[in-house]
């Protein structure tokens, strides 16, 4: 099966991983792009057989069929804007940017040169460019853009050992909140968890050693039972006694605590119900105590 001709566009952890993994895959790899000489021949170093680096977009990305912007997000549109200006993107070509957070129309300027546009996001966290070879084969790719740019995509995820989900353009903001209320938010409210237990006394390792199972049970719940089944506490028992005594004790710290602990209350009602644990009354009383 023939293979695209691919250019990476920023040479950081995501643009590194994915040249690394479609070189491995057969996809013949015309170039790597940085913002700095350095990064992009340290990015090349890594790479099967080594691979042109350059500084200059223009020089590699006219020869490729499919085009990754791979930078920061705050720097996409102006990368793609300042290949535009150069005439570096061509008719028949598919550029796409890796953002959770933004949609693919900020390459509108490669679609004014014919090219097709989408965004390729890999739902997943990556610390460093060996991690992100071994996690990006198994991730979710969430893909949205122009109707004929899809399906390669689909492809060449398949192809890395993804799977690939399509989503609206419109959607993009919902995905990303989405994301990162999964995995961004879950690490604030970890490190409230240890922060609560440090004001007790107990240092943040015994605080792991203590809080870490529970979170790994909870998410091996939540993975086999889904978020309503996976619900237990006070607030699913409908237990309005402990809910005030939380309180009591969290006014004693802060008032951000204390916030959290309402708004995710009242959320939280809405599961138990759902859950059938908790009953209309009882989440009303929870209600009550938390504030509207």
């Known amino acids: 099966m023939k293979r695209d001709r691919i250019a990476i566009v920023g040479a950081g952890v995501v643009g590194t991983a994915l040249a690394y993994l479609l070189k491995e895959k057969g996809y013949p790899l015309v170039g790597i792009a940085s913002r700095r000489q350095e990064s992009a021949q340290r990015a090349a170093s890594l790479l099967p057989g080594g691979v042109q680096a350059t500084v200059a977009p223009e020089e590699v990305v006219p020869g490729a069929d499919l085009v990754f912007i791979t930078t920061s997000d705050s720097a996409i549109q102006e990368v793609c804007e300042a290949i535009a200006n150069k005439k ?59 109707r004929e740019a899809i399906p390669p995509l689909i492809e060449l995820v398949k192809t890395l050992g993804g799977k690939p989900i399509s989503i609206d353009t419109q959607h993009k903001p919902l995905y990303h909140a989405a994301a990162v209320v999964a995995s961004n938010f879950l690490v604030t409210l970890s490190y409230l968890s240890y922060t609560l237990y440090e004001t007790m006394g107990i240092p943040q390792e015994e605080a792991a050693q203590a809080l870490l199972p529970l979170i790994k049970g909870t998410v091996n719940n939540v993975e086999k039972l889904g978020p309503v089944r996976a619900l237990t506490g006070p607030i699913s028992r409908g237990d309005g006694n402990v809910v005030r005594g939380h309180l009591e004790a969290l006014k004693e710290l802060s008032p951000t605590f204390t916030d959290i602990y309402c708004s995710i209350s009242r959320l939280t009602v809405e599961i138990g119900i759902k859950k059938g644990t908790l009953s209309l009354e009882g989440g009303e009383e929870i209600l009550q105590i938390v504030g509207r």
């Open 88 to 146: 570096g993107f061509r008719p028949e070509q598919i550029v796409v940017h890796t953002s959770g957070a933004l949609p693919s129309t900020i390459l509108n300027r490669a679609k004014e040169s014919g090219a097709q546009i989408a965004s390729v996001h890999p739902l997943q966290s990556f610390a460093d460019v060996k991690e992100a070879v071994k996690t990006i084969p198994s991730s979710i790719f969430c893909l949205e853009g122009d």
